[in-house]
């Protein structure tokens, strides 16, 4: 059996709000927020007692997610990763948008950090990055040309 689709991306965020508002300011459709808890979530993760607040967020095009989570039990292990792009494990993700320029300019009011420069690849992308919640790393793709 193969896969069938990715499903989303989960992120561990300290502030769900902000967070929510981070990736609706980059232009994701808030879909839902609920509590997770009890027997079936501390199977699933691994620890006991697990209480989280999660809320989903899709693209304007409804075929791709985030889950973000903020975990109220246990306490988180430790703050926000601000390791290097190139470091192993890093949670990246890449989103196409108009203008690469407008949309770091958008998010930086919502705590988003320019990682170094914003680049050009012949005539094909613009691209830069961004340090978003979580200390996720977002690739922002503006395609040019036709």
């Given at each position: ?74 306490s988180p292990t ?22 690469t320029d407008d ?44």
């Open positions: 059996m193969s896969v069938k689709r990715m499903d989303h991306a989960g992120i561990v965020v300290e502030d769900l709000q902000a967070a929510i508002a981070f990736f609706v300011e980059l232009g994701l459709e808030l879909e839902g927020e609920a509590t997770v808890e009890g027997e079936a979530a501390d199977k699933l993760i691994g620890v006991d007692g697990v209480r989280t607040d999660i809320a989903m967020l899709k693209t304007p095009d409804g075929h791709s997610r985030i889950e973000l989570s903020t975990f109220h039990l246990p430790s703050g926000v990763t601000t390791e290097p792009v190139n470091t192993p494990g890093i949670p990246r993700l890449a989103f196409v948008v108009d203008s949309t770091v300019e958008r998010l930086r009011p919502h705590g988003a950090e320019l990682v170094c420069e914003v680049v050009e690849f012949g005539d094909v992308y613009r691209y830069g990055y961004v340090r978003g919640p979580g200390g996720v790393i977002l690739g922002l793709v503006e395609e040019l040309g036709s």
